[in-house]
């Protein structure tokens, strides 16, 4: 097969960065590990954590984390009905029934940091 | 529309050729022919040397499975009025080693196709005069996947198989999932012993492909998902429950 097979039809090239958006969550969550670190070791480790992503490298390479992070989600629960067959009365449930609620947690999680983070 | 179009051809003889070679034929371009009837016509009226496999001409039997443009197809349910002003290039199905002309060696996939088991096993067998009753709703849950031809476009449409041959591939593990939800079966364990792997459902990375070429909507990518979901489960019970899943 040629290296560059991703390339040759869109469906693989969107599998290629739904794979490859592992990478950016990877750093989302290193970068979170290492903000409750700066959290928990006083306001000047904190300030110093903030000082850092003020880097226009840093906001730079996090805007991309975010858009690769958004398409991971997103790709992902779009996958969830094809995995879980749910009937119900002999009638299997339509795909949003299935992906619905995973947007629904998602959103009320989302909401319940923004709260935490955002209440001063 | 044109009256005629170019059909390019992958020819090999590999007795006489070094390697796989496109050639061109010119034929009429009705509008009720498909790719099937073209290539039919070269055989006729052209080139009798032309190789390839056919039989129902009804997408039934799943014998003229091809590449067109690239796409893995079924050569009998693809018009030629979909591709004017053409060229049409008609290659053999991808990932497969190349027999003649377009026709491939599908004996890997035989020999993965028995390793997933796709009978009924029963524990203990009932009396022959007995019958296995089914409900048309247990029919439901397994009904899709039974659809499949065996024509493997979906072999040919996966980069996973592709890349590593070992993999089972999707359309033998969508009928492993098929036998493992009819009623009447009593070999889910037995198929999860030799699926359950790396060259077997944990090797799909649901790139998704091979339920976007299927011909009859079967949905292999849905099958091997879950399967992984039932694997998982069985993981799961087996290291929670006391006795194991078993």
Redesign the interface.
């Given at each position: 097969m040629s290296t560059y097979w991703w390339l040759a039809r869109w469906s693989y090239l969107t599998f290629i960065l739904r794979e490859a958006s592992s990478v950016f969550v990877g750093w989302t969550v290193l970068l979170t590990l290492v903000q409750i670190w700066a959290l928990t070791h006083g306001p000047s480790a904190n300030a110093a954590f903030h000082e850092w992503m003020r880097y226009p490298l840093m906001l730079g390479v996090n805007v991309i984390a975010f858009l690769f992070v958004l398409f991971h989600a997103v790709t992902w629960f779009g996958l969830t009905p094809k995995a879980m067959v749910i009937r119900v009365k002999g009638q299997r449930v339509p795909d949003w029934a299935i992906s619905g609620p995973n947007y629904a947690a998602w959103v009320l999680v989302s909401l319940g940091v923004a709260w935490v983070v955002l209440r001063g | 529309m044109a009256s005629r179009i170019t059909i390019e051809v992958t020819r090999y003889n590999p007795a006489r050729d070094p390697e796989p070679r496109m050639t061109s034929y010119e034929v009429p371009l009705h509008r009720e022919w498909v790719v099937l009837d073209a290539l039919n016509c070269i055989k006729d009226h052209l080139d009798g040397s032309l190789t390839f496999r056919w039989s129902c001409r009804m997408g039934v039997c799943g014998s003229c499975g091809m590449m067109i443009n690239?796409v893995p197809k079924l050569a009998c349910a693809t018009f030629l009025s979909d591709y004017a002003p053409g060229p049409v290039r008609v290659e053999p199905m991808r990932h497969f080693p190349i027999l003649r002309d377009l026709v491939v060696d599908t004996s890997d996939f035989l020999m993965k196709l028995a390793r997933s088991k796709p009978w009924i096993i029963r524990t203990v067998e009932k009396p022959a005069d007995e019958e296995h009753i089914q409900t048309?709703?247990q029919l439901?849950?397994y009904r899709q996947f039974s659809m499949c031809i065996n024509c493997l476009l979906c072999y040919a449409a996966c980069?996973i198989y592709?890349?590593d041959p070992q993999f089972t591939g999707p359309a033998a593990i969508a009928l492993a999932q098929r036998y493992n939800m009819d009623s009447r079966d009593e070999g889910a364990s037995e198929r999860l012993d030799s699926l359950s792997n790396r060259e077997g459902i944990w090797g799909c990375?649901?790139?998704?492909?091979c339920t976007?070429v299927c011909p009859k909507h079967v949905?292999p990518?849905?099958a091997i998902?879950?399967y992984?979901?039932t694997a998982a489960t069985e993981w799961l019970k087996a290291m929670v429950l006391p006795r194991g899943a078993k």
């Open positions: - | 690239g048309p709703a439901e849950e980069p592709g890349l990375m649901f790139v998704g492909e976007q949905d990518a849905g998902q879950q992984k979901l």
